[in-house]
């Protein structure tokens, strides 16, 4: 059963210090989406790579947030520093694209809950 | 501006009832569609999803949606809840061209025995 893996599931940190979410996209997805959700937000695209090059990252807040894709099976989002108000579920998703680049569906992962004292 | 609009925050029903939970966007051109639900602790799961033909579609756990152009409306319904069903549901919406979901605030669910 393929899945969308995440690490670390929980991070506390203080603000300040740099935290680093890794994601594992299915394999032979090409399509790589980070989202952030909060109470007040809700969900919301930070960035997505398309064979591991950035497509849209203007989501993101660029002096503290960064992304890349290392290689095709691992993605990560860095925070540094991080801030109390980055709080949140960050989920990643992956996707293969369809008809006309539409993607069939995007499969989400567990999410980290990033915790910013 | 695009943009995903989800009427109800917060829904409570007792088992059995039917459930409507209602979704509006504003976007330029085709789009596609989804319904995404998130148990309790869990991650996004699609419920169902359209992109073209037969506007009312059918998805996982006995929900459907339909799709009303006009409108530019996609409710999700289903006629006889489950304690189960209790979870927030999201709509969202992507443009023609592929790319990233825009999702609405969510609906939290809350079905009481």
């Known amino acids: 059963d393929a899945r969308v893996t995440q690490t670390p599931r929980h991070k506390v940190t203080e603000m300040g210090q740099e935290v680093t979410m890794r994601c594992q996209p299915i394999l032979g997805h090409n399509t790589v989406f980070w989202y952030r959700q909060t109470m007040m937000q809700g969900l919301e695209l930070l960035a997505y790579f398309r064979n591991r090059a950035p497509l849209d990252d203007s989501g993101m807040p660029k002096d503290r947030f960064s992304a890349e894709m290392p290689d095709a099976t691992l993605a990560t989002l860095k925070i540094q520093p991080s801030e109390p108000r980055d709080s949140a579920v960050y989920f990643c998703?992956?996707?293969?694209?369809?008809?006309?680049?539409?993607?069939?569906?995007?499969?989400f992962g567990p999410g980290t809950r990033l915790t910013v004292l | 501006a695009q943009s995903v609009s989800q009427h109800n925050h917060h829904v409570i029903l007792s088992e059995a009832a039917s459930l409507e939970l209602g979704c509006n966007y504003s976007?330029?051109?085709?789009?596609?569609l989804f319904w995404y639900v998130q148990y309790p602790g869990q991650h996004l799961q699609l419920l169902l999803k359209?992109?073209?033909?037969?506007?009312l579609v059918k998805g996982i756990k006995g929900f459907e949606a339909e799709f009303i152009k006009s409108k530019f409306s996609f409710n999700l319904r289903k006629p006889s809840v489950q304690w189960s069903d209790t979870a927030e549901y999201f709509c969202a919406v992507m443009g023609s061209g592929g790319g990233a979901l825009n999702f609405g605030k969510g609906t939290s669910l809350l079905v009481t025995p």
């Open positions: 359209y992109f073209s033909g037969d506007p």
């Open positions: 976007y330029g051109g085709t789009v596609n």
């Open positions: 998703a992956s996707g293969l694209p369809g008809l006309a680049g539409a993607y069939n569906e995007q499969f």
